[in-house]
């Protein structure tokens, strides 16, 4: 794809650069400060990697996991409008992303308690029937297959 105009497709008054696209365009930001309250700490506008290597500095592990997360999530949205014309929400968009991150910290917390996530078939209660599915792709023989058991 050859970009003609370089301005943002979000706001159509900034180039779009690395910075703009995930951190400072009208259309998200304060979104995003909302997610990542620390970025309103900043009084220049800093561009991505001096603001990770901040964290960096201040050890501030939880705060970099989430900037990833969001320029992840930033990202995708800003693909899907290019390449698939789907105009996402950046509320939506950045609640995704971090939806992933708030699972992970809780299956740590149990983790670090001694909690072991169960894994494995369990009977159903009396008067339920239960199904039980899986299935195979072969990609090298052009063939699948699925099974059940009731």
């Not at 304060?30 to 991505?48: I, T, W």
Request: aromatic letters at 10%; proline letters at 3%; hydrophobic letters at 40%.
């Amino acid at each position: 794809m050859v970009v003609e105009d370089v301005k943002c497709k979000w706001c159509k008054v900034e180039e779009e650069d690395i910075n703009h696209a995930l951190l400072y365009c009208s259309s998200f930001k304060e979104v995003l400060e909302v997610h990542l309250s620390f970025l309103q700490d900043f009084q220049a506008h800093l561009d991505v990697l001096q603001i990770l290597a901040h964290l960096v500095r201040r050890n501030k592990q939880g705060e970099i996991e989430k900037l990833f997360l969001c320029a992840w999530g930033l990202w995708y949205r800003r693909n899907q409008f290019l390449y698939e014309e789907k105009n996402l929400k950046p509320a939506e968009v950045l609640d995704n992303a971090l939806s992933g991150y708030s699972e992970y910290q809780s299956a740590l917390e149990n983790q670090q308690q001694g909690c072991k996530p169960h894994c494995g078939w369990q009977l159903p209660p009396t008067g339920v029937m239960k199904l039980n599915t899986d299935g195979a792709i072969f990609h090298d023989f052009c063939r699948s297959g699925a099974g059940m058991v009731l």
